[in-house]
T-cell receptor, first 114, second 110 residues
């Protein structure tokens, strides 16, 4: 099945700096890569996703890049703000035969220092 | 608003007790999932269901069972709770690719 690895597990940045989180996946058939943000005590919520037919997608201060050849994708947060402090999860869908279930990375705890 | 609701939000139970966590959704999604989240760990899949007649084990199903009573309801049971099942449990739904998560149930087994 699909295996997703996420790095780093913790990331501390100064307010205004950029943050980058990287994920690798194992199943070359994966074609959907979402990112979820989980604030303390709350549910994970989708913040951005990318399909395999594009290499980059941007939404205001967040962007995701995908390298299908290398099987890795990354989340970029620019001009970080205190409200960006949260745990971020990457995910990849599995094979169609397995119902396109998402497999999640282990999470990255991001702390934005004022 | 269409949403995914989990009950209870918090529960403390004793070792050996049977407990049921409930999930209901108004999103009209066919697919429902139960995940477990432990401190410092990601989301691990316990069980999933693609429709009312379809139940599948995830990566950590031992010690758990589920029931899909209707399209909108998916319950998770711990037949005989043990302390290492203390965790945060999330239900999720999907129709296609994106998942919507419930608010979670924090379960403590003492």
């Amino acid at each position: 099945g699909e295996n997703v690895e996420q790095h780093p597990s913790t990331l501390s940045v100064q307010e205004g700096d950029s943050a980058v989180i990287k994920c690798t996946y194992s199943d070359s058939a994966s074609n959907y890569f979402p990112w979820y943000k989980q604030e303390l005590g709350k549910r994970p919520q989708l913040i951005i996703d990318i399909r395999s037919n594009v290499g980059e997608k941007k939404d205001q201060r967040i962007a995701v890049t995908l390298n299908k050849t290398a099987k890795h994708f990354s989340l970029h947060i620019t001009e970080t703000q205190p409200e960006d402090s949260a745990v971020y999860f990457c995910a990849a869908n599995g094979a169609k035969a397995a119902g396109n279930k998402l497999t999640f990375g282990g999470g990255t705890r991001v702390l934005v220092k004022p | 608003d269409a949403d995914v609701t989990q009950t209870p939000r918090n529960r403390i139970t004793k070792t050996g007790k049977r407990i049921m966590l409930e999930c209901s959704q108004t999103k009209g999604h066919d697919r429902m999932y139960w995940y477990r989240q432990d401190p410092g760990l990601g989301l691990r899949l316990i069980y999933y269901s693609f429709d009312v007649k379809d139940i599948n084990k995830g990566e950590i199903s031992d010690g758990y069972s589920v029931s899909r009573q209707a399209q909108a309801k998916f319950s998770l049971s711990l037949e005989s709770a043990i302390p290492n099942q203390t965790a945060l449990y999330f239900c999720a739904t999907s129709q296609g690719y994106g998942y919507t998560f419930g608010s979670g149930t924090r379960l403590t087994v003492v």
